[in-house]
């Protein structure tokens, strides 16, 4: 499903070294009543693409001083100014993502979950929060080895950090936003498939989330396919040998076979951490993400996002 051909991290090194950076001897730039009102300015006006502050670009584009920089240094890592993102945005981070993004590749046998896509290669992606843009590099790989190599593939992000994948031949455009900023900036039903990977740690919890997914559908065509890709940060056991879910797709159980993983259901028994690393663990990572609105089990609540109703 995924080739290891891309020379992947020297490019992402030249895109983490062209960006500018502020000094901070700050523990935390962004202040509570910010953190607790992340969404409050969000402009909901719907229009069209020339009404939107965004650009397409590459890194070596970037042409900010440090004072316009969107990071800072605090304790000697680089991190987004301006925004209650908890982690890094430097090579190691971004390292580590793409390796959670193979790792999520591996485990769910495919670059894509959709039954649909692996028989209807789309034609335009949206990569929401692309990071790296490893994901769309790996999907474009997969699509390209069906016989569809003209997949057409866009990644918005606060940060220019992905590479310039069209010198690897990839129909490839990065658009610099912040997602929390509504509307995007895309027409509507503009795209075939758009992908939402590991966002949990960028939206806040509670009724912001609903204005967020009708942006999505907006920017879908009819008949189009959103996709979320989540884990949970907190650590749990599952109790021996579990019984498998019911499931209707045969090559779910395949790949978890062949995997070594299990196939879990709101069912599915779990027990509590017996490990004190672990406990210790589950219970920071749980004050910190309280502390700033964002869930700590996202993978649990996911349904209940999907599902929940509109106000109008």
């Known amino acids: 499903m995924h080739s290891q ?7 992402l090194k030249e895109a983490v070294d062209a960006q500018p950076v502020e000094r901070s001897t700050g523990s935390d730039p962004t202040p509570p009543s910010h953190q607790q009102n992340a969404l409050a300015a ?3 006006t719907r229009g069209h693409k020339a009404s939107f502050t965004s650009s397409s670009t590459s890194p070596s584009e970037d042409t900010g001083s440090p004072r316009n920089s969107p990071f800072v240094q605090r304790h000697g890592r680089r991190y987004l100014a301006d925004t209650t993102y908890p982690l890094p945005c430097d090579l190691p981070e971004l390292q580590r993502q793409n390796l959670h993004t193979l790792l999520g590749i591996t485990v769910f046998g495919r670059v894509s979950c959709a039954p649909r896509l692996r028989h209807h290669a789309p034609r335009k992606v949206l990569d929401l929060g692309c990071g790296s843009g490893y994901w769309s590099s790996a999907c474009h790989d997969y699509y390209t ?6 997949v ?3 990644g918005l992000d606060i940060a220019p950090l992905a590479p310039d994948f069209t010198k690897q031949g990839i129909n490839w455009r990065f658009v610099q936003h912040d997602l929390r900023r509504l509307p995007f900036p895309f027409d509507d039903e503009e795209f075939d498939l ?3 990977k590991d966002l949990s740690l960028v939206l806040p919890l509670g009724a912001s989330t609903q204005p967020f997914l009708d942006e999505n559908i907006r920017i879908l065509k009819v008949g189009g396919t959103l996709e979320i890709w989540e884990s949970d940060h907190v650590l749990r056991s599952l109790l021996p040998h579990p019984p498998p879910p019911p499931s209707k797709r045969v090559e779910d159980e395949t790949t978890a076979v062949l995997t070594g993983t299990f196939l879990i259901s709101p069912s599915t028994p779990f027990a509590g951490a017996q490990n004190r690393y672990i406990q210790n663990w589950n219970a920071w990572i749980q004050e910190a993400l309280h502390r700033r609105q964002l869930p700590p089990t996202p993978c649990a609540r996911v349904a209940q996002v999907l599902l929940q109703e509109p106000e109008a």
């Open 145 to 150: 080895s069906q016989g569809h190599p003209n």
């Open 5 to 11: 051909r891309h020379p992947i991290t020297p490019l």
């Open 42 to 44: 969000m402009d909901t």
């Open 152 to 154: 057409s593939f866009t």
């Open 194 to 196: 758009v992908v939402l």
